[in-house]
């Protein structure tokens, strides 16, 4: 069982714990959950400095709530969106798995509607998701005036980012 | 501006970068946003093992789409939640924050309507919601049968790891 790991290798990381410098850098990463991710490493952040929020395909608008709550709570004014190669948001589409969670739950009609009313956000090309994303957050009045975001492709063959592009709210 | 470090810090870590070995320790880990939050090192993780999904506070419900993608389409039976100490979620309310949202958008009816029907999934003690996202994983059918749920509260001043509950749903 991976409780029975996790506390394992917790003693170890608590027993040479340091409590982290917080040195906040005024910024929301909105990545993927991928397990090939690495948002600190990839980006040269350290524990302590930046927020980062993952969902399923790095979403900004699976994001919104944190995004409402970075920027109001915390006065976060600069949001990085890094989609990636090769991304599990690629290899289905939203209907599919409507249809999947349907036939999981026969006869459920309060299910159906459920996931008929949910969003996934799949994509078929990164650099296209991510403008998408900026494009949502440009146009949300939820986002300060002022925000700048980035938009970036994270390559997983190369470990390489690429900037997409930037908008200024 | 953060996107000249982004682009400096991750052209010394692409010059080094081997591909993750993938070793999927079937489990997915819902946690916060905050900075000082290291799921990889705090829980024994490596990258290439173990989806991570953070939000706001590590709200299970905030994270229901990844929840579901991760189940349907990855088959993930182990989810793992864990809160912290000292959160964020902890110093506001859903209330206060819609209002503030509210007073940033003058006449806007529409953005009043929208923010009302968000939830921050706030809360006063990380056991407590927990033991809330628990409850409501277990209850909720787009949650596979037969997935195991941990809760965790992470110390942020320790290091330290507990576990809350295990419910099998």
Known sequence: MIAQEFIEA???????????????????VVTCMDPRIHPYEQLGLKIGEGGIVRNAG???EDAINSIVVVQHVFEVSQIAIVHHTDCGATKFTTEWLR???KEAN???????????NMDFHTFTDAEQSVRRDLK???ENPLVLKGTSVTGWVYDVETGKI????EVVV
Chains 1, 2 share one sequence.
């Open 10 to 28: 917790n003693q170890e990381y608590a027993a040479n714990f340091s409590k982290p410098k917080l040195n906040r850098r005024n910024v929301l």
């Open 58 to 60: 790095g979403s900004a």
């Open 106 to 116: 026969p006869g459920r009609d309060d299910v159906a509607q459920t996931i008929d």
């Open 136 to 138: 949502y957050l440009a």
């Open 99 to 101: 249809n999947k969670v």
């Open 162 to 165: 690429s900037q997409v592009d």
